[in-house]
């Protein structure tokens, strides 16, 4: 399978309150979501699966499916950790977007608990890519194509 590079944006959404014209609206205070969101920018559906840690330790979640040239949330709310682990699969013209941080994994919806000893536990071992939130509340994943600028498969 081919190793896809991704692109990582940041995505700092500003203030707690969004003013907009007219008196009704200006008096309208919205939040601004903190959420992990990944960006399919490819041509191809892919399958996506994470892994984070949390107060209660590590979980790997999976699969989210996302069409060509839109984008999930992934995680909702404030993150919980700086680094977040993403694995991906193109579901049409094959090949992922894999690193060397092993985590569990199943073919089917998932979430587990723990990334010790997957193939002893009945799961498979697979390789994720770290993400670097930097800290920040709100953050966007891009995954591109290699037609895109992204890079070449090995």
Same mark, same amino acid.
């Given at each position: ?67 060509? =040239? ?22 049409? =013209? ?5 690193? @060397?941080?092993?985590?569990? #994994? ?14 002893? =536990?009945?799961?498979?071992? #697979? ?24 890079? @070449?498969? @090995?």
């Amino acid at each position: 399978m081919a190793v896809r590079r991704i692109e990582v944006a940041f995505n700092r959404r500003y203030g707690a309150a969004v003013a907009l014209a007219g008196a009704f609206l200006a008096a309208t205070t919205l939040k601004a979501a903190a959420d992990l969101k990944l960006c399919n920018t490819t041509a191809s559906r892919i399958g996506v699966a994470i892994g984070y840690q949390d107060a209660t330790g590590w979980t790997t979640e999976g699969w989210w499916n996302i069409a060509a =040239r839109t984008c999930e949330t992934l995680y909702r709310g404030t993150l919980s950790s700086r680094f977040y682990y993403v694995h991906a699969i193109d579901y049409d =013209r094959g090949g992922e977007w894999a690193g @060397k941080s092993a985590m569990c #994994t199943v073919d089917k919806v998932f979430t587990i608990r723990g990334v010790q000893d997957c193939l002893q =536990r009945g799961f498979k071992s #697979t390789g994720f890519f770290e993400v670097d939130t930097q800290e920040a509340k709100d953050w966007t994943i891009r995954l591109t194509d290699p037609s895109e600028g992204g890079a @070449k498969p @090995k």
